[in-house]
């Protein structure tokens, strides 16, 4: 079956940085465009970033562009999500996703979810 797992997050002060890793098995990595999404406690979960399966397109959430930066290494079958200068408001809990339909930034185009990551950025 399909398994998306992340690993990286953790604690970290406002200024810092974080990578976070999403491993992928059980599909063919490379014909999925990925993304990360977020959920933050009370809020609904939002996307993040997206990568389209070659990695040479991306696209980002105005909060964090300019600060994050997706990629993916389709032999690894990982895709990766690099956050720099972190503020307080990035904390919450981040899921990788596999995307099955076009809409980048809509959950509903998501068919394969991970378990999340938590990132919590201190003040």
């Known amino acids: 079956q399909v398994q998306l797992v992340e690993s990286g997050g953790g604690l970290v002060q406002a200024g810092g940085s974080l990578r976070l890793s999403c491993a992928a098995s059980?599909?063919?990595?490379?014909?999925?465009?990925m993304g990360w999404f977020r959920q933050a406690p009370g809020k609904e979960r939002e996307f993040v970033a997206g990568i389209n399966w070659s990695g040479d397109s991306t696209w980002y959430a105005d909060s964090v562009k300019g600060r994050f930066t997706i990629s993916r290494d389709n032999a690894k079958n990982t895709v990766y999500l690099q956050m720099n200068s972190l503020k307080p408001e990035d904390t919450a809990n981040y899921y990788c996703?596999?995307?099955?339909?076009?809409?980048?930034?809509?959950?509903?185009?998501?068919?394969?979810w991970g378990q999340g990551t938590q990132v919590t950025v201190s003040s």
């Open positions: 059980g599909l063919t990595f490379s014909h999925y465009p």
């Open positions: 996703a596999a995307r099955v339909s076009s809409t980048y930034y809509s959950e509903k185009a998501y068919a394969y």
